[in-house]
T-cell receptor
Framework: KAGVTQTPRYLIKTRGQQVTLSCSPI?????VSWYQQTPGQGLQFLFE???????NKGNFPGRFSGRQFSNSRSEMNVSTLELGDSALYLC?????????????FGEGSRLTVL | QKEVEQDPGPLSVPEGAIVSLNCTYS??????FMWYRQYSRKGPELLMY????GNKEDGRFTAQVDKSSKYISLFIRDSQPSDSATYLC??????????????FGSGTQLTVLP
């Protein structure tokens, strides 16, 4: 069974640009969450989608947005990039009906903002 | 103050040592407790999961939860160089809406020296 797939794995952008990251969850998983990981703040929750609807949102500015498609694939977008947005962006999927929070993570998209 | 506190380390031990990793938390609503392991340039992977106070053992790994003290631990016996990774504690509650959101510790970087 294929795991969570994230693309691109690495990217470099400059301040003011925007970026779109893609995530394909494990087959059959309908919930997709996004996390930002930085050395200073650790893993921070961005948002979660289920059946194309955003169910939860973390404490991030409106420049961070996401969406989910009917095939459960998800994208997140960051507009007007800032230096502080440099981070590893992790996508995770969850089994249907799971209440515990067990997540299956992808390998992440490492974003560098210059 | 963060909801989950974890000593960031780094922690360096000789091969064969017993390793103790710890997290404290402040939110008494947390019911599910997890330990994730993250190798360099990879996404986190679930290592252990518990939902009650007490110990849970899996091979060389033991997860311990003390809800009265709001303290969780992960013990690694007979540590191996392959255990070198960052260990993240994570927690979630069963409250509606937040059950799907994990709160992570900042991670402890462990190096096991051969």
């Amino acid at each position: 069974k294929a795991g969570v797939t994230q693309t691109p794995r690495y990217l470099i952008k400059t301040r003011g640009q925007q970026v779109t990251l893609s995530c394909s969850p494990i087959s059959g998983h309908r919930s997709v969450s996004w996390y930002q990981q930085t050395p200073g703040q650790g893993l921070q929750f961005l948002f979660e989608y289920f059946s194309e609807t955003q169910r939860n949102k973390g404490n991030f500015p409106g420049r961070f947005s996401g969406r989910q498609f009917s095939n459960s694939r998800s994208e997140m977008n960051v507009s007007t990039l800032e230096l502080g947005d440099s981070a590893l962006y992790l996508c995770a999927s969850r089994r249907a009906g799971d209440l515990t929070g067990e997540l299956f993570f992808g390998e992440g998209s490492r974003l560098t903002v210059l | 103050q963060k909801e989950v506190e974890q000593d960031p380390g780094p922690l360096s031990v000789p091969e064969g040592a017993i390793v103790s990793l710890n997290c404290t938390y402040s939110n008494s609503a947390f019911q599910y407790f997890m330990w994730y392991r993250q190798y360099s340039r990879k996404g986190p992977e679930l290592l252990m999961y518990t939902y009650s106070s007490g110990n849970k053992e899996d091979g060389r790994f033991t997860a311990q939860v003390d809800k009265s003290s709001k303290y969780i631990s992960l013990f690694i016996r007979d540590s191996q160089p392959s255990d070198s990774a960052t260990y993240l504690c994570a927690m979630s509650s069963i409250s509606s809406g937040s059950a799907r959101q994990l709160t992570f510790g900042s991670g402890t970087q462990l190096t096991v020296l051969p």
